[in-house]
């Protein structure tokens, strides 16, 4: 199964620009929001060094991630590729 980690903070311009898209996203794809602030285990599982940073996991495993803002179809095509 697909999922999106989308990791962000609230202090995070980029990430406040991206988190609507995110949303929207979420209503295809089960998206799992995290704060990197709040959740530094899996920001150091997943080596996160910057943010808005989302990843693309499969049967628990990163498939492939981006940094920075897309749009929700540069998302959903990046997701189904």
Not at 32 to 53: A, G, H, M, Q
Request: hydrophobic share 40%; glycine share 4%; with cysteine.
């Amino acid at each position: 199964m697909k999922q999106l980690f989308y990791f962000s903070a609230g202090w995070c311009q980029p990430c406040k620009a991206l988190g609507p898209t995110m949303d929207q996203v979420a209503k295809t794809v089960p998206v799992k929001k995290l704060n990197v602030d709040y959740e530094p285990d899996v920001v150091t599982r997943f080596s996160v060094t910057s943010i808005p940073t989302v990843i693309l996991v499969e049967n628990e495993r990163e498939v492939r991630r981006f940094s920075g803002v897309k749009s929700y179809n540069e998302i959903i095509n990046w997701v189904n590729q």
